[in-house]
């Protein structure tokens, strides 16, 4: 079951208003090996691994923004917002 969202726009969540994270992919490679490609470079960080040197790269669209439980942030923000609409439709002061 899928529940993270992608947004066009850095959506805030539902809850507690923290503004959704850059959806980025990391890529593994050699060092010295430039990125040609048309995605933002948001990290670029270099190792040696088994005596060769590597590279991460982090990379992002420029667009795609992700909220990872849906419109909210944790698990703990849907909570927190389903308990409050319950409370609130019984006509209960949320709290």
């Not at 503004?19 to 490679?29: D, L, P, S």
């Not at 590279?55 to 909220?67: A, K, P, V």
Request: proline content about 3%; charged content about 25%; hydrophobic content about 30%.
């Amino acid at each position: 079951m899928r529940t993270s969202y992608l947004f066009d726009h850095p959506s805030p969540c539902r809850n507690c208003g923290k503004v959704a994270k850059k959806h980025v992919e990391t890529h593994r490679g050699v060092a010295n090996e430039p990125y040609t490609g048309n995605m933002v470079v948001v990290r670029k960080e270099e190792h040696v691994s088994f005596g060769k040197e590597c590279m991460n790269i982090t990379l992002w669209d420029g667009e795609t923004y992700i909220q990872k439980y849906g419109f909210f942030c944790t698990l703990d923000c849907a909570s927190d917002y389903a308990n409050r609409t319950v409370r609130t439709f019984e006509g209960k002061v949320a709290t």
